[in-house]
């Protein structure tokens, strides 16, 4: 493509279904790539309260009776240090004297932002793949404290129970699915768009959820571009098609295959 010529996406129309603490970002980065974003947040995020357990985990942690702390999303690490800010508990303090694993870069980079340093990154952003960094270090973890969604998956904490690890899973936030009473104004907007990012499961269940079975239908013109594997699973089992599948499980890896897809589209 020649300097200053359109892309693939140029004037094409995307629909951003992230929650609105993240969608900023996406929007930003479509909006350069040429596209015109559509933001329509099919999920959003809150806080998970349990005071008594998180106040363990923090004595846990100042005690150093954890070797490692690991993240999955951006989401988790910004959910903790909101929780122990109630608390009183400074989130850099306390995560000073543990290894902190990282499942990519945009958790990484929340954790810089806030004074920490992952000592592993997965090389491959999904859990299964941080869990395998997790037990390759050296020495290898005895007890790891996982904060996370409510509904996160599994795969993380049950790869390392596999391999003897102990693991508290630390709640600090869930996913909320919009309400049906958004329904007419998404297949307004859906009408109005040529395609859809999920970047992530719940996402994809929403979509799926809010349209019921007129998805297929209402979906059929549309290209709907999935972060990655885990993602796509959980849109193929909720009934959608998924057009393009990111290798790289985040979101510039994700507008990077629509892009691609997009120019070898008939």
Known sequence: MSRGAPGPLAGVRVLVARSPRQAASTVTLLAA?????????LIDVEPVLEPSVLAVAADALASRSYDVVAFTSANGVGFFEEALGGLARPFGALLANVRIAAVGPATS????????????????????????AILALEPRPRRVLFPRALDGREALPEALRRAGVEVDVLPVYRTVEATRARRASLLETLAAVDAVLLTSA???????????VEAREVLSRLTLASIGP?????????????SVTSSEST??????????????AP
Do not use: D, K, N, Y
Not at 203 to 212: N, P, T, W
Not at 230 to 242: K, S
């Open 33 to 41: 790539r040429g596209a015109i974003p559509v933001a329509f947040p």
């Open 109 to 132: 980079v929340e954790l810089e932002r806030r004074g920490v340093r992952a000592a592993v990154v997965a090389e491959r952003f999904v859990a299964e793949e941080l869990a395998h």
């Open 202 to 212: 719940s996402s994809a269940r929403a979509l799926a959820s809010l349209l019921g």
């Open 230 to 242: 885990v993602t796509t699973e959980a849109a193929l089992a909720a009934g959608l098609l998924i």
């Open 251 to 264: 979101v510039a890896g994700l507008v990077a295959a629509l892009e691609r897809h997009l120019a070898t």
